[in-house]
């Protein structure tokens, strides 16, 4: 069992029709058709959005994912139309609401690995390969990868776990030239951002991307990227395979929820506890820090 510890009611706005309340981030169309995506302050973690929300967590994620696509434009067009609030759009929203182009949105998780982590460590222990890729004896957690590798994932609704998968199964899924395109993208984009990351002292370690398809079929950069929610940010000057990194994501959240502190199993049906003051405000602090050592920009 999983999903919201308490599912929030979706934003009534007048204009806007609600799509879907995702773990993240509210959808809306406008009456232009165009998508209105609203990215909320909510946390989530092995499967379940959590209790408090992170304050800045929305903005932050918002205006690191702006700065991250400016970027990247040159590689790969974004699906961002407007950063203005729709009329009638309460005032909370300011900060965290993209006006975007509406996509056929590509069901694939496309994930770029540099460094052994998370479940690509899980599986790595136990066959010497991630999603398939075969890779060399001898790596630990943090290990740097030869080069970095595709390692994609489904797409799951909220609740569901996304589950790894091969190059070949999503070949299968959304075809051969598909495919070729989005492990180029994927690898082409994190190549670009891991080494402007590196250059501000951060690794990224990995990251995940969503792609959708224009009308004329053009590979289009969708929802965000490169935040602390859909990557791994380690300090290089801390870097040391071998262990646990310290990060400036939400892993800090993980590893509260894992610990004995938390009381929690993981195993067992029950929601996960409220996260203690410390552990939201600390969090709030590295989200912080991630857009700030990235941009070199003081968040405020």
């Not at 509406?102 to 994930?111: S, Y």
């Not at 489904?154 to 989005?182: F, I, M, P």
């Not at 994927?186 to 792609?211: C, H, M, N, P, S």
């Not at 009308?215 to 040391?240: C, I, M, N």
Request: proline share 8%; charged share 25%; aromatic share 8%.
């Amino acid at each position: 069992m999983s999903g919201f510890v308490t599912k929030p009611e979706p934003v009534e706005v007048p204009g806007l029709i609600h799509l879907h309340t995702g773990k993240v981030r509210d959808l809306y169309t406008d009456p232009d058709g165009n998508l209105v995506m609203v990215a909320s302050n909510r946390m989530s973690a092995f499967d379940w959005v959590l209790d408090p929300e992170i304050p800045d967590k929305g903005r932050i994620l918002t205006s690191l994912s702006l700065w991250w696509f400016d970027l990247l434009s040159d590689l790969y067009p974004n699906h961002v139309l407007s950063t203005e609030l729709p009329a009638g759009a309460p005032a909370d929203w300011a900060g965290r609401t993209l006006v975007c182009r509406r996509l056929d949105m590509v069901p694939v998780e496309c994930v770029a690995r540099g460094y052994l982590a998370g479940s690509g460590l899980e599986e790595y222990r136990e066959h010497r390969t991630v999603c398939g890729v075969t890779l060399p004896e001898g790596l630990v957690d943090g290990s740097e990868l030869p080069a970095p590798i595709f390692t994609p994932a489904t797409k799951a609704a909220v609740g569901e776990h996304d589950e790894n998968v091969t190059y070949d199964q999503v070949a299968a899924q959304v075809g051969a030239d598909l495919a070729t395109r989005l492990r180029h993208a994927t690898l082409a984009v994190y190549t670009r951002a891991r080494d402007i990351a590196r250059d501000r002292g951060i690794i990224l370690a990995d990251t995940k991307f969503e792609f959708g398809l224009a009308p004329d079929g053009e590979l289009v950069l969708a929802d965000e990227v490169l935040t602390p929610d859909s990557s791994r940010f380690w300090p290089a000057d801390a870097w040391q395979p071998g262990q646990t990194q310290p990060s400036f994501d939400k892993q800090f959240v993980r590893d509260w929820l894992a610990s004995s502190a938390s009381g929690w199993d993981r195993k067992s049906e029950n929601p996960p506890p409220r996260l203690p003051d410390e552990v939201v405000e600390q969090t709030r602090v590295k989200y912080a820090e991630a857009y700030e050592r990235l941009t070199g920009r003081h968040w405020s």
